[in-house]
């Protein structure tokens, strides 16, 4: 009697002390506890819930009840649901209906897909013999690059990793697409499907330009019947596309592509854009790329305006093996209609810049920059809204110029030979010459005993106001002590120089223009500071004072 009394007890206690579990209709359910009511064949489930169907789909819950008569489990509260597919679903009050083999919610979830990408659901079914989710109503999915999609109803294939969409409304966010930091890139379309290889759109509309409300049309848009997006060959094409300036049709296109975003070289056309120009009216841009070679690359790029001649814009760009090349050049034929603020005649630019290095070690350099800039036209640049990689619109000084540099551990040396122009003065007095402009550095000596001594001299000839030229010699010597401490704290050092200066000004009233004209002068500087500091201990800090 004793011992049947204490197998009795250890049966309880290991009853008790182990998750206990039911198996039913191809489904294997555990829970902390279960209550079951025979009369209405329902069981009762509560903490660390956690069914398995015989897909391998798990639904875990703190609670949940399974209906024998109709065989299905529903869960109440949070509820995290992982499928055979490795999906994850967050959200709450999960009916797992397993006669259909179905399992829906219509409350709030947060759906995971293997790659990380976060879709927001109000409701879902999910059909566990397909591997398939469906859903409507306000959906949006947040990508691992920050992008958002937004649709009215999806269909989610798990097993081909597809999504199909309606209604879809698409903000590219990913930094490295826009063109600028205004730019609020988006596609509106009827439907779009997502995969891994390829991504369609149908019967969608393309824009850069930043949203100004629904209300507002942007100012460029582009149209197409069908977008596709190849993701192995990284290319975006186009079927019956047409550009509209806003609202308003300009180019049809039966067929076209351009490389996607991710892209850094290969020929095709690139994203238009836009421009609004008091002068010229509307106007848009399209550029097109070609990759020449593996060291050089060329972009065309026509601008179109709706009531002035076309402007075509060029930039080459191509590598050597110690230094690289830049032209940028445009031209139009000018405005159709003469005015007197608008002038009449051809207009173009070219502008160039050749940087080559002879020598790039770590302690050594030498190197070559050439720069050319010309303009038919001083109003040209601006007028026109031209800003590429050389061209500033709103620089108002042209410069044509040669600089050499070399310098090595403890010597410098500089020439340059520069011809400016003004654009904004109309006269002679608008070019300036630099010719040249010579400089050299050099360590005479570095001493623990006496300090540092350096050399430096210039030569500045320059030319101003068709007949002002300044012809300047200057010579420096350069001292520096070492520093010294004394037994109070002081920290001191001295300082001096020696300059001459040797002069020739013809018609610049601000110096001398009889003769040659030569000046020495010299100073000699006493530097000391004394750091002090205090430390807060109560507060932990530390205040410092530094006269000098």
Known sequence: MKNNFSFYLFTLVFLFSVKTFLLADELEINSSKIKFDKKTKITILEGNVSAIDSKNNKIFSDLAKYNKNTKSVETFGNTKIITSEGYELTGENVYFDNIKKVISSNKNTKIMDKDGNEIFVEMFKYLVEKNMFFSKGNIKIKDINNNEYNFSEIYIDEKKNKIVGSDAKIFLNQE???????????????AVTLTNKKNEINKGVFTYCKNRGEDNCPPWILQSKKIEHDVAKKTIYYKNAVLKVYDFPIFYFPFFSHPDPTVKR??????????????LGPGVSLPYYFAVAKDKDLTLTPKFYSSENPLLLAEYRQDFKNSYLIVDAGHTAGYKNKTDTKSGGSKSHFFSRFNMNFIDQENKSSDLEVKLQKVTNDTYLKVYDINTSLVDKDNNILENSLDYNYQNEDLFFG??????????????????YLLPYLTFE??????????????????????????????????DINW????????????????????????NADNASEYKTDDMSSEVSGVLGYFTKLRLYKNDLVKGNRHLLTPK
Do not use: C
């Open 442 to 475: 050099k360590n005479i000596l570095t001493s623990e005993k006496h300090g540092v001594f350096d050399f430096s001299s210039n030569l500045r000839v320059r030319n101003y106001d068709v007949n002002k030229q300044t012809e300047f010699f200057v010579n």
């Open 480 to 503: 520096k002590s070492n520093k010294w401490i004394s037994d109070s704290g002081l920290e001191s050092y001295f300082e001096g120089q020696l300059k001459t200066v040797n002069y």
């Open 266 to 279: 290969r020929s095709g056309m690139l994203l238009p854009s836009f421009s609004d120009n008091q002068n």
């Open 176 to 190: 490295d697409i826009k063109i600028s930091k205004d730019n609020e890139p988006r596609f509106f379309a009827n």
């Open 415 to 432: 020439a340059t030979f520069s011809a400016f122009d003004n654009m904004t003065k109309q006269d002679r007095t608008k070019y300036e």
